[in-house]
Nanobody
């Protein structure tokens, strides 16, 4: 059972940056693909991006492409979401999620249903 803990959320002005962390309790985390999702008030959960278990493949939603970067530190069992040029519309609770299942179709990793483990979420608020 993998436990995920997000941190790094907070209040930031538009144009600012934040780095979210997703720390895992198990060393086997290195064999998991990890995604970030977000949910804004009154909206559906939205895929933000994911990183493959090997770290060699990363994909992002169009809404964050060029502004957000996902990376992972295997020694620390941690995945990061670096968020730059933040906009008020980025305001949401951000969740990391992990799956050990490996798919050849990377498009499947944008589907929240494939993830077995979820963190508790961290609030990001971007003021205008």
């Amino acid at each position: 059972q993998v436990q995920l803990v997000e941190s790094g959320g907070g209040l930031v002005q538009a144009g600012g940056s934040l780095r979210l962390s997703c720390a895992a309790s198990e060393r086997t985390f290195s064999s998991y693909a990890v995604a970030w999702f977000r949910r804004a008030p009154g909206k559906e959960r939205e895929f933000v991006g994911f990183i493959s278990w090997s770290g060699t493949y990363v994909n992002y939603a169009d809404s964050v492409k060029g502004r957000f970067t996902i990376s992972r530190d295997y020694a620390k069992n941690t995945v990061y979401l670096q968020m730059n040029s933040l906009k008020p519309e980025d305001t949401a609770v951000y969740y990391c999620a992990a799956t050990s299942t490996r798919y050849t179709d990377y498009a499947l990793y944008s589907d929240y249903a494939i993830y077995h483990y979820w963190g508790q979420g961290t609030q990001v608020t971007v003021s205008s």
